[in-house]
């Protein structure tokens, strides 16, 4: 069974940083990307950011560049998402997914774990 476990998310003043971390299982994680969501309170889900097999390659949208970094450890099956200067609008609970397909067009697996809680607040 494919899981993914995330992790790390809190409460963090605007301006803070957090370390997201996603542990996944069930499938042999090396081969395929990886991909953060972000599900904003009252809207849909969203894809923030995606990292290619060796983590290499990565994809960032437009609104958490320069401030957020996806990496990967293989070893560890484990994907994170580093988040600095954080905005109130980067609240929400924040997935993780394998994807497949081209870099405008990424599909995520049809698992999802529970997701891990964002919220940015003074």
């Known amino acids: 069974q494919v899981q993914f476990v995330e992790s790390g998310g809190g409460l963090v003043q605007p301006g803070g940083s957090l370390r997201l971390s996603c542990v996944a299982s069930?499938?042999?994680?090396?081969?395929?990307?990886v991909a953060w969501y972000r599900q904003a309170p009252g809207k849909e889900r969203e894809l923030i950011t995606t990292?290619?097999?060796?983590?290499?390659?990565?994809t960032y949208l437009d609104s958490v560049k320069g401030r957020f970094t996806i990496s990967r450890d293989n070893r560890k099956n484990t994907a994170y998402l580093q988040m600095n200067s954080l905005k109130p609008e980067d609240t929400g609970v924040y997935y993780c997914?394998?994807?497949?397909?081209?870099?405008?067009?990424?599909?995520?697996?049809?698992?999802w774990g529970q997701g891990t809680q964002v919220t940015v607040s003074s």
């Open positions: 990292a290619s097999s060796t983590g290499h390659t990565t």
């Open positions: 997914n394998r994807v497949i397909g081209p870099v405008s067009r990424k599909v995520p697996s049809e698992y």
């Open positions: 069930g499938y042999t994680f090396s081969p395929y990307d």
